[in-house]
């Protein structure tokens, strides 16, 4: 009973503590004090949040290297456009759709290239991010290479933050389940997973579809925020700067991602004025990174109570931090 | 009836025969040893016998049923569990962790209950926390529990293996040279578990070892394999004092 108790407890936390931040930030909202720029970049902030930790859970958790996750945004950004402009259903529908899409997608991509490994797998959903984007670039009925115009802005920072959060909890409660173990298994030695009785196929393919999944949601919340939705949003720099968010936190570590992903969003506004600097600043902070600490900035653990608890001198309990 | 039969099992690396002609017959219940000189096939016999390489002929009965083709995973839910000659721990995990990810096929909660916590998650978690506890109870590894996995002595990571293979809740377990690296103190203590679990768990052990003192000891029935096909099996005795064994082990200590 006690592990339940401790559980519910952190995951209750964890929720006050989510909401106090939200009613904060949509307090200075509301009252005029965050505008434009800042309110701009806290939206992107949540989306990207989703972005990276979607991907963590394919490269960190599960240890398949993929790097085409803005194909599976832009199906999401795509799909959820069309319901909302061309079938009229609301935000809500959009984003499931948008969801869905990504998914179906990502269960059939993955399921023949998670055979893949390593750089192999690296190189086939770099192509197939690439290959989404182009047959988008394609097709009259999206907008083609202008671009899918007159997208209601119907994406606000309280979507963008219950969304996000919804994502964290669903992540966060997948990796703490023996499914979630079952992924981290197949990261650690996948010959011993399967001998330990893991369908690694599936497992894999499930983490590339939820994570796929996700990155739909964003999707569907960028379109709907920026009033279009533009192929050249998705090409493989856009996979590249998610793939950085997720290395820079440190590969396995949600915390690792949240911060990775916030940390990326403001330094990215702050040299919105000088893009190509943002390349470099990029580059060097991944070269350091690489030098002092390779394996990002939480390594793969993660922030928790529990943590904060030793801090303060409460009550340290047992298991690692179960990622 | 046999609970694993092997008849006629071969497998051809390019133009190596790795194994040929291999038989075996293990009842419920024995500790077999197979034993046979360096590169003889014995780990390939265990690959082929867990599904990791597909025989090029031959036929494995596990339980009254053909195991040939199917993947590593299945047999293991078939009910063989492993354990690796070069340890295949989860290395970055918790010793706890490495036992538990042993349960997953017995875990019955679904992804609608891990993901809004619901129904059997929270029953389910616990009651995986307190079995697995149990078998690093009876490796004598429960203090260790919290530990990184490859942190552990060399001897400690070779009863982890062991533990997590056990979780799987096999019929037959497969150990690949348990006592490799062990002093002779260490090696003392895996046989007497070795016999502990086979009593206590009703199970039945197939166990390739180099260490002759070990598998004289514990084996009942032993099997010597050389260049790829079993060329004698009796009791230790009888493995002692056959001349083709001596032979194979041209010039090596049988005793
Ligand atoms: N995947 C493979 N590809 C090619 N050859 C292989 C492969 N696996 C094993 N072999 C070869 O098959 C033969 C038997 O190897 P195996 O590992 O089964 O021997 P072993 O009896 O376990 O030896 P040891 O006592 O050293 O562990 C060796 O000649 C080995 O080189
Ligand atoms: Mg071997």
């Not at chain 1, 909202?29 to 930790?53: H, K």
């Not at chain 1, 533009?230 to 949240?258: E, K, N, Q, Y």
């Not at chain 2, 340890?87 to 538990?100: G, M, Q, Y």
């Not at chain 2, 990810?101 to 009651?127: C, N, P, Q, S, W």
Request: aromatic fraction near 10%; proline fraction near 3%; glycine fraction near 10%.
């Amino acid at each position: 009973m006690t592990g339940m108790r401790q559980k519910t407890k952190n995951d209750l936390l964890m929720l006050a503590a989510g909401i106090v931040i939200y009613a904060v930030v949509q307090t200075l909202i509301s009252v005029g004090f965050i505008q434009d720029y800042w309110e701009r970049n806290i939206v992107y902030v949540c989306i990207n949040i989703i972005l990276a930790t979607s991907l963590n859970l394919i490269n960190g958790i599960t240890g398949q290297f993929s790097i085409g996750h803005a194909g599976f945004m832009a199906v999401g950004a795509y799909v959820g456009a069309i319901m909302t402009v061309k079938f009229g259903l609301p935000l809500a529908g959009g984003i499931v759709a948008g969801a869905l899409g990504a998914a179906v997608l990502g269960f059939i991509i993955g399921l023949p290239t998670l055979r893949l490994t390593g750089d192999y797998l690296a190189i086939a959903t770099l192509g197939l991010g690439e290959i989404i984007r182009i047959t988008i670039l394609n097709i009259p009925y999206v907008g083609g290479a202008s671009g899918f115009m007159g997208i209601p802005k119907l994406t606000n920072f309280t979507w963008a933050f219950f969304m996000m959060l919804f994502v964290l909890f669903f992540i966060k409660n997948f990796v703490n389940s023996t499914h979630g173990r079952a992924c981290v298994s197949i990261r650690e030695n996948e010959i011993a997973a399967e001998a330990m009785g893991i369908d690694t196929t599936k497992y894999k393919v499930m983490a590339f579809t939820l994570g796929a999944a996700f990155a739909g949601v964003a999707g569907a919340l960028f379109s709907h925020y920026t009033y279009i939705a533009h192929p050249a949003s998705f090409t493989f720099m856009r996979s590249f700067d998610i793939l950085t968010m997720v290395v820079l936190g440190g590969l396995g570590s949600m915390s690792g991602s949240i911060v990775g992903a916030i940390f990326f969003t403001w330094v990215s506004a702050f040299f919105a004025e000088w893009p190509e600097w943002r390349m470099v600043i990029y580059s060097l902070l991944l070269i350091i990174l690489m030098l002092f600490r390779p394996q990002g900035l939480f390594g793969n653990k993660e922030l928790s109570l529990k943590m904060f608890g030793r801090l303060t001198g409460g009550e340290r309990r047992g298991t690692a931090q179960g990622n | 009836m046999a609970l694993l039969k092997v008849t006629n099992l071969s497998k051809s690396f390019g133009g190596l025969r790795a194994v040929s002609s291999f038989n075996i017959d293990i009842d419920q219940g024995e500790l077999v040893g197979l034993i046979g000189p360096n590169g003889a096939g014995k780990t390939t016999a265990f690959n082929l016998l867990t599904g990791v390489y597909d025989p090029t002929e031959g036929e494995i009965m596990f339980d009254g049923k053909s195991v040939v083709g199917l993947k590593p995973y299945q047999i293991t839910q078939r009910g063989v569990a492993r354990t690796f000659q070069n340890i295949r721990l989860f290395s970055e995990l918790s010793v706890l962790d490495n036992v538990k990810i042993a349960y997953h096929f017995h875990v019955k909660y679904g992804l609608l209950e891990t993901v809004f916590r619901l129904g059997r998650y929270f029953g389910e978690e616990e009651d995986l926390d307190k079995k697995a506890l149990r078998f690093l109870e009876i490796f004598q590894l429960a203090h260790r529990k919290d530990e990184i996995a490859k942190n552990l002595p060399y001897g400690e990571q070779r009863r982890l293996e062991i533990a997590r293979a056990l979780a799987a809740q096999p019929k037959l377990l497969l150990l690949d040279e348990p006592a490799a690296g062990m002093n002779p103190q260490e090696t003392q203590q895996l046989m007497d578990m070795i016999r502990w679990i086979r009593k206590e768990f009703g199970l039945t052990i197939l166990l390739i070892e180099h260490d002759m003192s070990l598998v004289m000891g514990v084996c009942e029935r032993i099997y010597v394999l050389d260049y790829g096909s079993i060329i004698a099996q009796g009791t230790p005795t009888e493995i002692k004092n056959n001349p083709r064994v001596i032979e194979a082990y041209l010039g090596e200590e049988v005793h």
